[in-house]
């Protein structure tokens, strides 16, 4: 491995990274799995559960990616290795804000379509705590309910689907930096690192 | 003086010829003709997936069966069949009318605007002794979709013992895809499929 070219990410930043990656990823599959088996009656009401899970996660991850866009602004992030041409650099910095708008948009639109849902099914935060709706859209009539119910639904599939891509095109960078490039910018964003103390100089800053 | 083997051959003899009679036109009882529904023997239940924990099942209380019966060639037979959507039933229908809502309800079966369900056969397919299925058209909600029933013939009388007259009894049942006519509300939350069940005894009209 080449010299690092700079400090690691915060522990903080290294740990909601990868709690929210894990969580993000488990939501993909469970919103590709429940879409189809709520339409289905032999899976239906497991997937009842799994929509009620779903959001409970979606609640979760919202709270975590606002304070991670907090630590975000009032924390130093690491450098670029200085051998990274321009349009790498703003690549990675648009892929990188469009995660922090698709992890606040995607639990949004999924809360404004439940919202907006002419079923009214309540949101169970893992079981113990109802979720409220977002009032401005109890208003509405039936066809509107519906109208906007799809509308954001729209918008949730598509971030999501977005989010795949953007997902591969991350993860692919990162592997292309570790293995072909060689430099540290996967390293530093691993966690359990700090027994290597391969030349950073700090583990906190 | 007869032998007891002379005796038992005889009898054997003399049943299947009576037996072989009694079938060599046809296995059913009774005879071709129109047949008119008893309301009093017949029932139409319904059956819908809800949320995957049941098949919700209710019925209609106001239907109405013809048949037109050909037991020699009962591919030439035809039914038809008219249903009150109004008259559905659900046996708790909650602390708002239920009945009402779904036979009413312009997200469902609208009895107002869409007074009539109705069935028209097509043909006859034979697929067993006492076995068939009718092809025919059903219309709800204003929309004409093919539907296919899967009859049985229960049993049938050359004459009913109180009516006196030729009696049949079928068992019908069939699915439709409600979303085909235009009903989709709350699919797929409460099933797309409906299954039905007809039971119901014939008295052949005059």
Same mark, same amino acid.
């Given at each position: 491995?080449?010299?690092?070219?700079?400090?690691?990410?915060?522990?903080?930043?290294?740990?909601?990274?990868?709690?929210?990656?894990?969580?993000?990823?488990?939501?993909?599959?469970?919103?590709?799995?429940?879409?189809?088996?709520?339409?289905?009656?032999?899976?239906?009401?497991?997937?009842?559960?799994?929509?009620?899970?779903?959001? /409970?996660?979606?609640?979760?991850?919202?709270?975590? /990616?606002?304070?991670?866009?907090?630590?975000?602004?009032?924390?130093?992030?690491?450098?670029?290795?200085?051998?990274?041409?321009?349009?790498?650099?703003?690549?990675?910095?648009?892929?990188?804000?469009?995660?922090?708008?698709?992890?606040?948009?995607?639990?949004?639109?999924?809360?404004?379509?439940?919202?907006? /849902?002419?079923?009214?099914?309540?949101?169970?935060?893992?079981?113990?705590?109802?979720?409220?709706?977002?009032?401005?859209?109890?208003?509405?009539?039936?066809?509107?309910?519906?109208?906007?119910?799809?509308?954001?639904?729209?918008?949730?599939?598509?971030?999501?689907?977005?989010?795949?891509?953007?997902?591969?095109?991350?993860?692919?960078?990162?592997?292309?930096?570790?293995?072909?490039?060689?430099?540290?910018?996967?390293?530093?964003?691993?966690?359990?690192?700090?027994?290597?103390?391969?030349?950073?100089?700090?583990?906190?800053? | =003086? !007869?032998?007891?083997?002379?005796?038992?051959? @005889?009898?054997?003899?003399?049943?299947?010829?009576?037996?072989?009679?009694?079938?060599?036109?046809?296995?059913?009882?009774?005879?071709?003709?129109?047949?008119? %529904?008893?309301?009093?023997?017949?029932?139409?239940?319904?059956?819908?997936?809800?949320?995957?924990?049941?098949?919700?099942?209710?019925?209609?209380?106001?239907?109405?069966?013809?048949?037109?019966?050909?037991?020699?060639?009962?591919?030439?037979?035809?039914?038809? &069949?008219?249903?009150?959507?109004?008259?559905?039933?659900?046996?708790?229908?909650?602390?708002?009318?239920?009945?009402?809502?779904?036979?009413? @309800?312009?997200?469902?079966?609208? &009895?107002?605007?869409?007074?009539? !369900?109705?069935?028209?056969?097509?043909?006859?397919?034979?697929?067993?002794?006492?076995?068939?299925?009718?092809? @025919?058209? %059903?219309? %709800?909600?204003?929309?004409?979709?093919?539907?296919?029933?899967?009859?049985?013939?229960?049993?049938? =009388? &050359?004459?009913?013992?109180?009516?006196?007259?030729?009696?049949?009894?079928?068992?019908?049942?069939?699915? *439709?895809?409600?979303?085909?006519?235009?009903?989709?509300?709350?699919?797929?939350?409460?099933?797309?499929?409906?299954?039905?069940? !007809?039971?119901?005894?014939? *008295?052949?009209?005059?």
């Amino acid at each position: 491995m080449q010299q690092a070219t700079d400090i690691r990410y915060t522990k903080t930043a290294v740990l909601l990274h990868w709690l929210i990656a894990l969580m993000i990823i488990g939501m993909m599959a469970a919103g590709i799995w429940m879409t189809g088996a709520i339409k289905e009656k032999e899976t239906q009401a497991a997937a009842f559960e799994m929509y009620q899970l779903h959001k /409970s996660f979606g609640i979760v991850i919202l709270a975590l /990616s606002l304070l991670r866009l907090g630590w975000r602004i009032t924390h130093k992030q690491p450098g670029m290795p200085k051998e990274m041409p321009a349009w790498e650099r703003a690549a990675a910095q648009i892929t990188h804000w469009l995660f922090y708008g698709l992890m606040i948009a995607l639990p949004v639109t999924g809360w404004l379509m439940v919202s907006a /849902s002419p079923l009214g099914l309540p949101t169970m935060f893992f079981g113990f705590a109802e979720v409220p709706h977002m009032g401005a859209l109890a208003g509405l009539d039936y066809a509107g309910k519906e109208l906007w119910e799809e509308r954001f639904e729209e918008m949730h599939e598509f971030i999501a689907f977005g989010g795949i891509g953007l997902l591969l095109l991350h993860v692919g960078a990162a592997l292309k930096h570790h293995l072909i490039v060689r430099d540290d910018i996967l390293v530093r964003m691993l966690p359990f690192l700090n027994i290597l103390k391969n030349n950073n100089k700090s583990e906190e800053d | =003086m !007869i032998s007891t083997k002379q005796f038992f051959v @005889g009898a054997a003899i003399a049943f299947s010829t009576f037996s072989g009679a009694a079938s060599a036109s046809n296995s059913v009882a009774a005879p071709s003709g129109i047949y008119a %529904m008893d309301p009093t023997h017949a029932s139409l239940t319904w059956k819908v997936n809800h949320f995957g924990l049941s098949n919700y099942t209710a019925r209609f209380t106001k239907f109405d069966v013809k048949l037109n019966l050909d037991v020699d060639v009962i591919e030439n037979s035809s039914v038809t &069949a008219t249903i009150d959507p109004a008259s559905v039933r659900t046996d708790y229908t909650g602390d708002v009318d239920f009945d009402d809502e779904i036979a009413n @309800g312009d997200k469902f079966l609208n &009895a107002s605007v869409f007074p009539k !369900i109705e069935f028209v056969s097509r043909s006859v397919e034979k697929t067993g002794d006492k076995t068939a299925l009718i092809h @025919g058209e %059903m219309t %709800m909600l204003g929309v004409t979709k093919p539907v296919t029933l899967s009859a049985t013939l229960n049993g049938a =009388m &050359a004459a009913h013992p109180y009516a006196k007259v030729p009696a049949v009894g079928f068992h019908a049942e069939g699915t *439709i895809k409600r979303s085909e006519f235009g009903f989709d509300h709350l699919v797929p939350y409460v099933g797309d499929d409906v299954s039905f069940v !007809i039971e119901a005894e014939f *008295i052949k009209a005059e």
